[in-house]
């Protein structure tokens, strides 16, 4: 496929720019370019083509089963889509009056209520960009809170190793230090090693549950016990909650802070790129915390307040408000008992997957998964050669995404497949048919998996060369 500048034309014209309808002003002269830009030209039919031929080389989760783990690839409804589109909606600002923007406030305040109540929290901010961003703001909250409380010496967060990969790094950004604990037999929290763990640096323990692994930690009254009694908070990396919504609530597990991604569980298409949002709830001894401005419900309308000791901006005004309308519209429009049979399903599903290829490949751990699974390719790998990164590649010619790969870290050639709760029986049955088939294959002809996908817009790449020569700048 050409790139839009190995189609440009010199002289070739789309539509012109309308009249200019507002006063024109100059622009010095030592603040213009002194060289025309490079730009592509072409005509309307070329710029159509290219573009359809782009979206034709896409693979959505529109096109096929989709079953990324640990990141919530799921089918939103459309109609969310349509609601936040409407006008009054995309083209409000946030520099307008208060009481010109009533309708999307209001979006927020009842957003923040039910996200509050789902999730068991008393304070909810939309502000942080994206779920990385939102555990950022979580950690700031607790930071904030232990030095007000003399917790100064406390610059330790405990991180287990199924844990999402973000959380040490957005503790290392908030200045923590990050004390990772390693996982028991059965995949969760070694209660012992979290025993020997906390102590007066603890400020606290970052927590993704359910884990990497899929599994609902069993100990968790315990795991928020010890830690508060050494003095430390609880944060609850909520970015696997499609698995719990309706049915457990972090803030009755004793968790203080939580941060929801909102692009994942909670109907905003997500992948290349964005747009994202996080929200990030909190107990009552968090509120006061909180960055960037509330909204709070008055006689006379609804009114921005700042929390008296906030943390300061993390963004830009409230957040992405749009992925804000389409959460609310999915929170809505499902109810509690909707939410609470979509997680349901999703668990159903991973389940069904889970034991259609269980037989054919090991998983990660034993007994029931929530909303993902991991499969262990690692004696396939010793025996014929083939990785989890083959049986991944050709699962593309086989019509589906592949899963996460390699990922957690604590499981050899990982597979983690997370089908969510909008796939039917009918493409979960296909799609364990068609990776059964590619396991026997990597049996019986190993080979025809190391060259795999042969059948997609762009082949294998050489990802030693692609490492060691990138070539990151292209010539035309």
Do not use: W
Request: charged share 20%; glycine share 10%.
């Amino acid at each position: 496929m050409k790139l839009i500048f190995e189609r440009s034309a010199a002289g070739r014209r789309c539509a012109p720019l309308p009249v200019c309808d507002v006063p024109f002003y100059g622009i010095s002269d030592e603040m213009k370019r002194r060289t025309v830009p490079r730009l592509p030209e072409l005509a309307e039919v070329d710029l159509c083509r290219h573009y359809t031929e782009l979206n034709k080389q896409v693979y959505g989760v529109n096109c096929g089963f989709y079953p990324l783990g640990s990141c919530t690839m799921k089918y939103n409804p459309a109609v969310n889509e349509e609601i936040a589109a409407l006008k009054g909606f995309q083209a409000i600002h946030p520099l307008q009056p208060e009481h010109t923007m009533q309708g999307c406030m209001e979006v927020l305040a009842t957003l923040e209520e039910l996200l509050s109540e789902l999730v068991g929290m008393d304070a909810m901010t939309f502000q942080p960009a994206a779920g990385a961003h939102g555990e950022l703001t979580g950690l700031l909250l607790i930071k904030a809170y232990q030095l007000d409380n003399g917790g100064a010496a406390r610059d330790k967060i405990i991180v287990p190793d199924s844990a999402h990969g973000t959380n040490p790094a957005s503790c290392a950004m908030a200045g923590f230090q990050a004390v990772n604990i390693p996982s028991a037999a059965d995949g969760s929290v070694d209660l012992d090693a979290l025993r020997a763990a906390v102590g007066p640096d603890t400020a606290g323990l970052m927590l993704t549950n359910p884990n990497t692994l899929g599994m609902f930690d069993k100990n968790i009254l315990e795991i928020t016990r010890i830690v508060h009694e050494a003095g430390g908070l609880c944060y609850y990396d909520g970015a696997n909650m499609n698995a719990i919504m309706g049915a457990a609530r972090p803030g009755d597990m004793g968790f203080d802070v939580i941060h929801l991604n909102l692009h994942k569980t909670f109907s905003t298409p997500h992948g290349g790129g964005g747009p994202g949002a996080a929200a990030v709830g909190a107990k009552q001894i968090l509120a006061k915390y909180m960055p960037g401005k509330s909204i709070v419900r008055k006689e006379s309308g609804f009114a921005f307040k700042e929390a008296p000791s906030s943390i300061g901006s993390v963004r830009s005004f409230y957040g992405n408000f749009l992925v804000c309308v389409r959460a609310l519209c999915y929170v809505l429009s499902l109810g509690g008992a909707g939410l609470r049979e979509a997680s349901q399903n999703a668990v159903l599903n991973a389940n069904y997957l889970r034991v259609l290829l269980k037989e054919h490949c090991p998983t990660s751990n034993d007994g029931l998964c929530m909303h993902e699974f991991v499969l262990t390719l690692e004696e396939l790998h010793k025996q014929t050669g083939v990785t989890a990164s083959d049986v991944a590649k050709a699962m593309l010619d086989c019509g589906m995404h592949p899963p996460t790969m390699y990922f957690p870290l604590i499981v050899h050639e990982a597979l983690m497949f997370e089908p969510t709760e909008t796939e039917t029986k009918d493409t979960l049955d296909e799609a364990a048919r068609s990776i059964v088939k590619l396991l026997e294959m990597a049996a019986s002809k190993p080979e025809a998996l190391h060259n795999a996908p042969l059948a997609t817009a762009v082949g294998r790449p050489d990802e030693v060369a692609a490492a060691r020569t990138p070539v990151i700048r292209h010539g035309f």
